[in-house]
């Protein structure tokens, strides 16, 4: 059983960065595949990063270069950093963990970006 735990998320000005954490309950060394996902009001939840064990990352295309996901083993975090935000990028983040064949997700963090 893995759980996950969110932060980090909150109100930002159009172009502000935000940093979100995910506490993962075991150690990240052992996750085959960490994600984040995000969901927007009256969409479906989409893919935004992936970090696999053996540290290989992805991006959706819309992160355009915005946004960098990391892990840190010593305090089984992984992290979204999220630079330029949109107005867009406005959705409730999901951390998810792939693990031994299950999926774990966090129960979110709300990102709003307006001005």
């Known amino acids: 059983q893995v759980q996950l735990v969110e932060s980090g998320g909150g109100l930002v000005q159009p172009g502000g960065s935000l940093r979100l954490s995910c506490s993962v309950s075991?150690?990240?060394?052992?996750?085959?595949?960490m994600s984040w996902y995000r969901q927007a009001q009256g969409k479906e939840r989409e893919w935004v990063a992936f970090?696999?064990?053996?540290?290989?990352?992805n991006y959706a295309d819309f992160v355009s270069g915005r946004f960098t996901i990391s892990g840190d083993n010593a305090n089984n975090t992984v992290y979204l950093q999220m630079n330029s935000l949109k107005p867009d990028d406005t959705a409730v983040y999901y951390c998810?963990?792939?693990?031994?064949?299950?999926?774990?997700w966090g129960q979110g963090t709300q990102v709003t970006v307006s001005s």
């Open positions: 970090l696999a064990s053996t540290g290989a990352v």
């Open positions: 075991t150690s990240i060394v052992g996750i085959e595949a």
């Open positions: 998810n963990a792939d693990h031994r064949g299950r999926r774990y």
